[in-house]
């Protein structure tokens, strides 16, 4: 596969292209010296992994055009090494060109302004691309910025699933609310009591993963972000239903945003995940759907009080008004 990295309109810095690459590539010759008028320069770098091939074409002062071509010696084993290899690579070409406001170009597509998890899934995918927009098989890692970015990048994919599935017109209206929910209150069922679990341990505390399934890819960000007892097909309901809610409220009420959430005051439960803020209270998705989503459960399991689609409704009426 090549990455390349394409300035629209100035040259790449020499001194950037040198200091950024030779953070792979160390102390290198060739990286360092001038070539001549119409040639360009030809670097590799091999790991226990990956190989690459380096084609740094030089302009007028600076770079003109560079080119990555990252091979995997082993593609038939998991993917986890390689990926750890070509992570660094990935993570200067992507400085480099932010620095320069240039294009990171991979298949033909800029990913200049994306995550370095969304990069990776494309160059060393550790998942298995046929899953649904927002579903994962492990924990995503990056950081709080890259994770709200990759959130929000799936953010179409859920809806258009979420409207096709329920034939509900999505209009980010309260009665769409309602319907879409009376939907999904049908359809949410238990994870089997037998179903394996692994614990797992996170500064926020343990929490229980299911164990070879499918899963939003919020699911254990925080210990407190673990609806182990919801079948795998019911999170993903729920995944896109708490998106779809948050967004309804962002439409209705201006200067709410997307944001990652942080505040220094203590008891924030929030501290680096996707929230909308900037009026009232942060809301985050999941702490606020699985609340009505546990109705459900306590009536499957004998409680009398029969969950509707206007819990939904009146819980966006709340969110509403107490942000006008």
Not at 54 to 66: A, N, S
Request: include cysteine; charged fraction near 25%; glycine fraction near 8%.
């Amino acid at each position: 596969m090549d990455l390349g990295i394409v300035p629209d309109n100035t040259e790449l810095s020499r001194a950037a292209t040198v200091a950024l690459l030779g953070r792979v590539l160390g102390d290198q010759p060739d990286l360092r010296e001038r070539v001549a008028t119409g040639e360009y320069a030809e670097l590799s770098w091999t790991g226990d992994r990956i190989s690459t091939q380096w084609f740094v074409h030089p302009g007028d002062t600076g770079i003109r055009e560079l080119v990555v071509s990252v091979f995997d010696q082993h593609p038939l084993d998991p993917a986890a090494a390689f990926r750890a290899e070509v992570a660094p690579i990935v993570s200067a070409l992507r400085e480099l060109a932010r620095t320069a406001g240039a294009r990171l170009v991979v298949e033909e597509v800029d990913f200049a302004d994306a995550p370095l998890d969304v990069i990776l899934d494309r160059v060393a995918p550790d998942v298995d691309s046929t899953l649904p927009p927002g579903m994962v098989r492990g924990t995503v890692t990056g950081t709080p910025d890259e994770f709200l970015e990759r959130y929000l990048a799936a953010g179409d994919g859920r809806l258009g699933w979420l409207g096709a599935e329920s034939q509900v017109d999505l209009d980010f209206s309260r009665d769409s609310l309602a319907a879409v929910w009376a939907w999904a209150l049908d359809r949410l069922r238990p994870r089997p009591a037998d179903a394996p679990l692994e614990k797992v341990a996170l500064d926020s505390g343990f929490f229980q993963r299911p164990t070879d399934a499918v899963l939003p890819m919020w699911y254990g960000r925080h210990a407190s972000m673990a609806p182990s007892g919801w079948s795998d097909d019911s999170l993903r309901i729920i995944d896109a239903v708490a998106f779809y809610a948050l967004e309804c409220v962002r439409h209705a009420v201006p200067g709410t945003a997307w944001r990652v959430g942080h505040q220094a005051e203590w008891g924030y439960r929030y501290e680096g995940l996707p929230v909308l803020g900037g009026r009232g209270a942060d809301l985050e998705p999941v702490h606020e759907l699985i609340p009505l989503a546990g109705r459900l459960y306590k009536h499957l399991r004998g409680d009398p009080t029969v969950p509707t689609g206007a819990d939904l409704s009146g819980w966006y009426d709340n969110a509403v008004s107490a942000r006008r």
